[in-house]
């Protein structure tokens, strides 16, 4: 199932502030932040496009969820439509706020823009974190841009470090939850 949702010209200045005030700084690729995210709650996730494709403008920023995301909801950006494609579950589970969820968010695309290569952008998530302590969360993400794509979907082997890849996928490390 495909959702899809445009903004309008106007949006609340207040919010897109906010959401920048949080913005990890520009690096080499997109990136979440936090890095680091209780297992078993609810986190505002934030990717940052510090850059286009080699000088051309990001049209498109697609993000695929990883097992274990069974909500997520994503930031209404304005200029930017934004779609939703969810996948069937082999089998209903527990959900949030006990409820039962046969379908989950499988990637998320905002597309729009266009963002110019000289500036950034931050695009939000608001998703339920598996309650699994310990186990790093890879979000896979492609940027689509006027010419070229950049695909930044390496998820590290066990004998590998992120900084050893060229295009890392964005992670968060779920952590324990405080008492």
């Known amino acids: 199932m495909t959702r899809t949702f445009q903004?309008?010209?106007?949006?609340f200045v207040g919010a897109a502030l906010a959401v920048?005030?949080?913005a990890a700084p520009a690096s080499a690729h997109v990136t979440v932040?936090?890095?680091e995210a209780a297992a078993d709650s609810y986190a505002q996730l934030t990717f940052t496009v510090p850059h286009g494709c080699n000088g051309s403008a990001?049209?498109?920023l697609r993000v695929k969820l990883p097992d274990g995301i069974l909500s997520a909801k994503p930031q209404m950006?304005?200029?930017?439509?934004?779609?939703i494609k969810t996948r069937k579950l082999d089998a209903a589970v527990a959900g949030p706020h006990g409820k039962s969820v046969s379908e989950?968010?499988?990637?998320?695309d905002w597309r729009g823009g266009p963002l110019p290569d000289n500036l950034y952008d931050t695009f939000g998530l608001v998703v339920r974190l598996p309650d699994k302590?310990?186990?790093?969360l890879y979000f896979p993400a492609v940027q689509e841009c006027e010419q070229g794509v950049e695909r930044w979907i390496e998820i590290p082997t066990s004998s590998q470090s992120a900084d050893q890849l060229r295009a890392p996928a964005p992670a968060v490390r779920?952590?324990?939850k405080s008492p």
């Open 7 to 11: 903004s309008g010209a106007f949006a």
């Open 20 to 22: 920048s005030a949080f």
């Open 33 to 35: 932040q936090p890095a």
């Open 58 to 60: 990001t049209k498109t």
């Open 77 to 83: 950006k304005p200029g930017w439509q934004v779609e």
């Open 104 to 108: 989950v968010v499988d990637e998320v």
């Open 133 to 136: 302590a310990g186990q790093v």
């Open 174 to 176: 779920l952590k324990a």
